[in-house]
């Protein structure tokens, strides 16, 4: 069965089923904190110059 016939079975089975609630659970936007990105890259980055001057 190749993947486009599949998608249309499953398209086809959400239409049939509208009147029921959708019980999967829908994957939440993934939201990129800019301020907790950077966070994240400095305090790799200390852990990078730490090592390194433990190590010379």
Known sequence: MMIAD???LE?????SMSGF???EARPSP???HPSLRLG?????????LAVAWQLA
């Open 40 to 48: 994240a890259v400095a305090l790799v980055a200390a852990l990078v």
């Open 6 to 8: 599949m998608n249309r």
């Open 30 to 32: 993934r939201s990129s």
């Open 21 to 23: 609630q959708d019980t």
């Open 11 to 15: 398209r086809a089975a959400r239409v």
